[in-house]
């Protein structure tokens, strides 16, 4: 069993092997779920309300046109989301724009779809699976019109290092699966994360990186969350970066 180093958002490790590469399978899963606990609430959702608000995958790629009944609206996915606090800020208050929020972690999936059904939101689905399966093998090229990645495990120590979610292989995937002009929006709290990135993006002539001034509406003025509140008093500063996918 590994041992346990950061907690991201909720109580869920990411875990990638330093063999990991996108495009090849790998017989280790690229995280580990800590045993946490599962309020009734969460239990009942998780029983009750996936069928009427996840995606359930099967053998072929995701039809998300037929997800979402097909709405034309422009589909952005939201990586990780912990306990969903901004995934369901962002579809409360633009349901011009669907979301898709992709998670392995039971109580946040449980938390997500309590809200979804309270709040009668049609244009947020749930998707429970890892984001390296799910797209290299359930997502079609070109789309997503913009992925968000909040908060990414940071795994601080150097030899873990390998470990981290947005390494410039992965960021190659995301190429693939971003719609052309699409962008990518990544929030950290850890500086050499943020710079690694950083580095990754503007060495690739294939991301524009954007001034923040250029942030889409759904991401301005997001909620403070109980991570970034813990991250602040602990004196990390939170970066953001936005690029966006240009021709090769």
Same mark, same amino acid.
């Given at each position: 069993?590994?041992?346990?180093?950061?907690?991201?958002?909720?109580?869920? *490790?990411? *875990?990638?092997?330093?063999?990991?590469?996108?495009?090849?399978?790998?017989?280790?899963?690229?995280?580990? +779920?800590?045993?946490?606990?599962?309020?009734?609430?969460?239990?009942?959702?998780?029983?009750?309300?996936?069928?009427?608000?996840?995606?359930?995958? &099967?053998?072929?790629?995701?039809?998300?046109?037929?997800?979402?009944?097909g709405s034309p609206k422009k589909?952005?996915?939201?990586?990780?989301?912990?306990? &969903? @606090?901004?995934?369901?800020?962002?579809?409360?208050?633009?349901? #011009?724009?669907?979301?898709?929020?992709?998670?392995?972690?039971?109580? &946040? *999936?449980?938390?997500?779809?309590?809200? *979804?059904?309270?709040?009668?939101?049609?244009?947020?689905?749930?998707? #429970?699976?890892?984001?390296?399966?799910? +797209?290299?093998?359930?997502?079609?090229?070109?789309?997503?019109?913009?992925?968000?990645? !909040?908060?990414?495990?940071? %795994?601080?120590?150097?030899?873990?290092?390998?470990?981290?979610?947005?390494?410039?292989?992965?960021?190659?995937?995301?190429?693939?699966?971003?719609?052309?002009?699409?962008?990518?929006?990544?929030?950290?709290? %850890? @500086?050499?994360?943020?710079?690694?990135?950083?580095?990754?993006?503007?060495?690739?002539?294939?991301?524009?990186?954007?001034?923040?001034?250029?942030?889409?509406?759904?991401?301005?003025? !997001?909620?403070?969350?109980?991570?970034?509140?813990?991250?602040?008093?602990? &004196?990390?500063?939170?970066?953001?970066?936005?690029?966006?996918?240009?021709?090769?």
């Amino acid at each position: 069993m590994p041992q346990l180093l950061h907690l991201k958002r909720l109580d869920r *490790i990411e *875990i990638m092997p330093s063999s990991f590469r996108p495009g090849l399978k790998n017989t280790e899963k690229s995280f580990v +779920l800590r045993k946490g606990r599962t309020t009734s609430a969460q239990r009942r959702a998780l029983k009750c309300l996936k069928k009427q608000h996840t995606i359930q995958l &099967g053998e072929d790629k995701v039809d998300f046109s037929a997800a979402f009944e097909g709405s034309p609206k422009k589909l952005i996915a939201d990586v990780g989301f912990g306990s &969903g @606090e901004s995934l369901l800020y962002m579809a409360d208050r633009f349901d #011009e724009v669907n979301f898709v929020g992709i998670e392995v972690y039971p109580p &946040g *999936i449980g938390s997500a779809l309590n809200q *979804i059904e309270q709040n009668k939101l049609t244009n947020l689905k749930i998707i #429970e699976s890892d984001v390296f399966d799910l +797209l290299e093998t359930k997502v079609s090229n070109e789309t997503f019109d913009a992925m968000i990645f !909040l908060y990414p495990d940071p %795994w601080p120590k150097r030899k873990h290092l390998k470990r981290r979610l947005l390494s410039e292989d992965f960021l190659n995937l995301l190429y693939d699966k971003v719609a052309m002009g699409g962008v990518v929006f990544c929030k950290t709290d %850890w @500086e050499d994360y943020y710079t690694q990135v950083k580095k990754a993006v503007v060495s690739d002539n294939r991301w524009l990186r954007e001034d923040l001034t250029s942030l889409p509406e759904y991401l301005k003025s !997001l909620p403070q969350t109980k991570y970034e509140k813990k991250a602040l008093i602990e &004196g990390r500063e939170p970066r953001e970066l936005l690029f966006r996918k240009t021709p090769r």
